[in-house]
Every structure is written in structure tokens, then in C-alpha cells.
């Protein structure tokens, strides 16, 4: 592999990492909470995917096919790539925090998710269960050493 390559690969995702941790987050707030609420907008239009309600890391992957369509136009348009790295991140992470909660709200007496803290007590083990939560999605969030 080239070396004289890596540095528009590390462009690109350099940039990425400044517009997702602090541009975009200073403008929209955090991407999972900014994702979840344009799903709600799109499903209360009606939209679905395969007959679901969307999620958040459903918008990040619709954001991504977006920046591929305008790539078919224009494919050296910088931008475009760095928005793809962002939205992939952002959507991983919302991915991630979303099973996280949805691994709480199965430990709790609640009949339904919610999108706030459970106000009901846990059941018995949460707190333990919810920590190896946590730890897995660290160590998954870091990538291997």
C-alpha cells in the first residue's frame, strides 16, 4: 500500500470526527437524540421501512444513501465522502445506545419502551446486567487493541 495515499483517507475521516464531535453536535445537539426525533417526523408522515416504524440509525442510513445519490453527480466531491464517514459513525453509536436502552426497558415492569429513565423499580439483577451492558458496548466502541 502506498503511504502517499493515507493522507486523504485520514482527511476525510479527521474531518469527519471534527464535524461529528463538535460542529454538528454545537448545532443539532447529540445525533441520536437529533436521529430519533427526525424518525418520529418521518413516521408521522407515514413513512416505514418494511413495514416498521423507523429508528434513529434508520435516518443515518437514509442520510448515507442521500450523499450516494448526490456521489453519482458528483464523485470527487469531498463533502460528500466526509458526511458518509460521520453519518456511519453517528449511526453505529445510535444503533448501539438504542439495543442499550432497549436491553434496560426488558429488565424493567414495563409493558412498553420508553424514551425516558424507567420510574419503576427495576427488576432484581438490573443494576449488575446493566453494568456488563455498558462495559460490552465500551469495549466494543473502542475496537480491538
Known sequence: ????????????LDGAAEAVLHQRNKSYGEPDEDFQRIA???????????GNRLTGH???????????SRLTWSPTHKD???DIAGYAACGYETAM???ARETMHSM???????DTACETTPAPGWREKQDRDIAAIKRVADGPR
Open 97 to 99: 445506545l438504542q439495543e
Open 40 to 50: 418520529e417526523l418521518l413516521n408521522a408522515l407515514g413513512v416505514r421501512l418494511n
Open 108 to 114: 424493567c415492569d414495563v409493558e412498553k419502551p420508553c
Open 80 to 82: 460528500s465522502w466526509l
Open 58 to 68: 434508520n435516518v443515518s442510513m437514509i442520510m448515507i444513501q442521500l450523499k450516494m
Open 1 to 12: 500500500m502506498s503511504s502517499d495515499r493515507m493522507p486523504m483517507r485520514k482527511e476525510i
